[in-house]
Antibody, heavy 120, light 111 residues
Framework: QIALKESGPTLVKTTETLTLTCSFSGFSLSSRGMGVGWIRQPPGKALEWLAL???????RYSPSLRSRVAVTKDTSKNQVVLTLTNMGPVDTATYYC????????????WGQGTLVTVSS | QSVLTQPPSVSGAPGQRVTISCTGSSSNIGAGYDVHWYQQLPGTAPKLLIYFNNNRPSGVPDRFSGSKSGTSASLAITGLQAEDEADYYC???????????FGGGTKLTVL
């Protein structure tokens, strides 16, 4: 049974770097084709894709955030870490991590999400 | 502005049929990339509703169906129920942006 959970600070200051950890179970990120994505949702707004990391350490980033976002994985710990630099008020959002199956381009399991507020 | 365009809201009475459109372009849906749909109930994480354009994960009622044609896709919900009241998002891949794209979301209200 696949499960994911996001953890990290709920409040960050303007210009700081956000670091979020996605801890997962029920699959291995070393299995061919597997991926973990990060998606965020500002309050009352739409979903926005941020990043995706694959089993072979291939990484993809949203063009609009490419200069600020990075994702890494620790296969032994079953964790994926998202960093987002130079945080601003527009980055206030619920951040989700989600599992992408090896055979598809969708996200079939999602974490519960964590709300991050940016304040000066 | 989302790359995939959805109507902000749709509504229907219990038992009725509603459809939600998702309009893309030649670099995403029109290029042949698959469309997936998610349901987000208030205060919860999105849930996969339809994958590969018209496939339902286990546990999703057959009242939900998807289709795709040209540069657009649609989600249809028949026999509308009060519990279907939620936000719905389409998702695909865009070759110009080289990444995942979501629609702007559609709020379904059951009257």
């Amino acid at each position: 049974q696949i499960a994911l959970k996001e953890s990290g600070p709920t409040l960050v200051k303007t210009t700081e770097t956000l670091t979020l950890t996605c801890s997962f179970s029920g699959f291995s990120l070393s299995s061919r084709g597997m991926g973990v994505g990060w998606i965020r949702q500002p309050p009352g707004k739409a979903l926005e894709w941020l990043a995706l990391i694959y089993w072979d350490d291939d990484k993809r980033y949203s063009p609009s955030l490419r200069s600020r976002v990075a994702v890494t994985k620790d296969t032994s710990k079953n964790q994926v870490v998202l960093t987002l630099t130079n945080m601003g008020p527009v980055d206030t959002a619920t951040y989700y991590c989600a599992h992408r199956p090896g055979a598809g381009t969708w996200f079939d399991y999602w974490g519960q999400g964590t709300l991050v507020t940016v304040s000066s | 502005q989302s790359v995939l365009t959805q109507p902000p809201s749709v509504s229907g009475a219990p038992g009725q049929r509603v459809t939600i459109s998702c309009t893309g372009s030649s670099s995403n849906i029109g290029a042949g990339y698959d469309v997936h749909w998610y349901q987000q109930l208030p205060g919860t994480a999105p849930k996969l509703l339809i994958y590969f354009n018209n496939n339902r994960p286990s546990g999703v009622p057959d009242r939900f169906s998807g289709s795709k044609s040209g540069t657009s896709a649609s989600l249809a919900i028949t026999g509308l129920q009060a519990e279907d009241e939620a936000d719905y998002y389409c998702q695909s891949y865009d070759s110009s942006l080289r990444g995942v794209v979501f629609g702007g979301g559609t709020k379904l209200t059951v009257l």
